[in-house]
């Protein structure tokens, strides 16, 4: 069983601000997958992260994979009121199909 | 339409009255998820059914709970005698699972069960 963690659990900051969330565990990860979960809507892929050290980037979201494939962060820059949501991990192990989501990131952007 | 479907929308329900959760997958789609999310917090996972395999319901929380999927299409979640602890969004998705398991999962709008 993969112990996932993701931190902060809640974050609260002015629009325009930049923030980092992270996704961490004690497992190697074949891939690893972030969504966003906007209020009353289910959870919607942003990105696939395969290689370790590979960075992504969605506008201004940066996506970046461990170089030993055990964690992941996401960087918002000048963070927008429309990035408010809970953003969750899901990795993916070596012959694994359950797909099991980290306890996300609660994202408050005040304007 | 072409998304993941989820009916009911809402579910009231008396303690001790038994519920059924449907979701509709998108077509062809040969995995399906169904989740379980308390107000403010993650996923957490309830069961996981692909093609014609035996599922796998190891996030079951009780025996209370069980889910099956016909013709390899639309998938049920039936609580048994609700407690007012299964309260919760209970979220369906669905993804077109290939050997490299990189695949999208696509969820519908969950379903909120309120157990009064």
């Known amino acids: 069983t993969q112990l996932l963690e993701q931190s902060p659990q809640f974050l609260s900051i002015q629009e325009g601000e930049n923030l980092t969330v992270y996704c961490n565990s004690s497992s190697v990860f074949s891939s690893l997958q972030w969504y966003r979960q906007e209020p009353g809507e289910g959870p919607v892929l942003l990105v696939t992260?395969?290689?370790?050290?590979e960075v992504k980037k969605l506008k201004r979201l940066t996506f970046q994979f461990g170089d030993a494939r055990k964690d992941s962060s996401l960087h918002i820059t000048a963070a927008q009121p429309g990035d408010t949501g809970l953003y969750l991990c899901a990795p993916s192990g070596a012959g694994s199909y359950q797909l099991t989501f980290g306890k996300g990131t609660k994202l408050s952007v005040i304007p | 339409g072409a998304g993941v479907s989820q009916s009911p929308s809402n579910k009231v329900t008396e303690k001790g009255k038994d519920v059924e959760l449907r979701c509709d997958p998108i077509s062809g789609h040969t995995a399906l998820y169904w989740y379980r999310q308390s107000l403010g917090q993650g996923l957490e996972f309830l069961i996981y059914f692909q093609g014609n395999s035996a599922p796998d319901k190891s996030g079951l929380p009780s025996d209370r709970f069980s889910a099956e999927r016909t013709g390899g299409s639309v998938s049920t979640l039936t609580i048994q005698r609700t407690q007012q602890e299964d309260s919760a969004v209970y979220l369906c998705a669905s993804s077109l699972r290939d050997t490299s398991a990189n695949t999208e999962a696509f969820f519908g709008q969950g379903t909120r069960l309120t157990v009064v």
């Open positions: 992260v395969v290689t370790g050290g």
